[in-house]
């Protein structure tokens, strides 16, 4: 019997990177601007909550949020260039150990991040451009079961992520979750 192959797909923010604070100051200068051009938003899509509802609220339904958030997050990237980039050797420590835990044939990146592809440039974690793959935020559960299932049919996927709706999707479409904090908790991790 033929062993099946083992794909890895890695969530980005909040696996490999830890970036919250780039996605609030993108989405503060962004209000600003917008308002500064007279658009009246409304104060519950004023602050930036840690599951993302307001940010996809604003893309939706506000002119011009998206492609100013884009500019501003980007901004927020550069400025703190050197930060994501120590902030890789945590990510690359990470990937090592999936590597030697799973033997993965390919490692992907499955995320909503619309800078993902300029943050794993910044993070070097020797995961090819082609493996990054930016879903649509606003179908977000959807989009991820999507590509899952797809990738799925190409052998065993392990999903490593962080979040509680990232396990919700693996289950319901029969993938191995791991939560990536089992694997930072562990102690071969730090030696």
């Known amino acids: 019997m033929d062993k099946k192959r083992v794909i890895v797909v890695l969530d980005l923010d909040g696996t490999l990177h830890d970036g919250f604070e780039y996605y609030v100051k993108a989405h503060m ?16 899509l004023k602050f930036f909550d840690a599951q993302y509802k ?39 420590k ?9 033997v993965p044939e390919k490692i992907y990146i499955l995320t909503a991040n619309p800078q993902a592809k300029v943050l794993v440039r910044c993070l070097s974690i020797g995961i090819p451009s082609r493996r990054v793959v930016v879903i649509d935020g606003k179908e977000y559960v959807k989009e991820k079961a999507k590509f899952l299932k797809r990738l799925k049919r190409s052998g065993k996927i392990i999903y490593v992520a962080d979040a509680e709706e990232d396990e919700i999707i693996a289950k319901s479409i029969g ?3 791991v939560n990536v904090l089992s694997l930072k908790s562990d102690i071969s991790f730090f030696h």
Request: proline share 3%.
């Open 175 to 177: 993938v191995e979750y």
């Open 94 to 102: 990470l990937i090592e150990e999936i590597k030697k835990r799973y």
């Open 29 to 44: 200068k962004t209000i600003e601007k917008l308002e500064a051009c007279g658009l009246v938003i409304p104060e519950e």
């Open 54 to 92: 307001n940010y996809v609220q604003c893309v939706k339904c506000i002119p011009f949020y998206y492609s100013i958030f884009l500019a501003e997050y980007k901004e927020e990237i550069e400025k703190h260039r050197e930060e994501i980039e120590r902030n890789g050797l945590e990510a690359k």
